[in-house]
Nanobody, 121 residues
Framework: QVQLVESGGGLVQAGRSLRLSCVAS????????MSWYRQAPGKQRELVADITSGGTTNYPDSVKGRFSISRDNAKNTVYLQMNSLVPEDTAVYYC???????????????WGQGTQVTVSS
């Protein structure tokens, strides 16, 4: 069994920063890409940032220059540093991992349970 657990969400004023963490645990052989998505009320889930196992990152224009994704492969952990937050960043943030389980030759997709980020104006 594999679990992704996010932490670090909360209520913050516009212009401030938050750092999200996501730890993957369980029968993990290796982790490929790790990503952060978000979903605001009434909207579709959207990609916020992703990072390959080699450290290559990708961001949509809406967060480029403000958000930074990083990972610690030894700890199976991915981080999202969010700076200069605006009210439009308010959403539930989800961690995603594409990984290989011990004893399997397939890759599997896993999601965390989500953490709420609320940015007040």
């Amino acid at each position: 069994q594999v679990q992704l657990v996010e932490s670090g969400g909360g209520l913050v004023q516009a212009g401030r920063s938050l750092r999200l963490s996501c730890v993957a645990s369980g029968s993990i052989f290796s982790i490929n890409a790790m990503s952060w998505y978000r979903q605001a009320p009434g909207k579709q889930r959207e990609l916020v940032a992703d990072i390959t196992s080699g450290g290559t990152t990708n961001y949509p224009d809406s967060v480029k220059g403000r958000f930074s994704i990083s990972r610690d492969n030894a700890k199976n952990t991915v981080y999202l540093q969010m700076n200069s937050l605006v009210p439009e960043d308010t959403a539930v943030y989800y961690c995603y991992a594409n990984l290989r389980r011990i004893g399997s030759s397939r890759n599997y997709a896993y999601w965390g349970q989500g953490t709420q980020v609320t940015v007040s104006s």
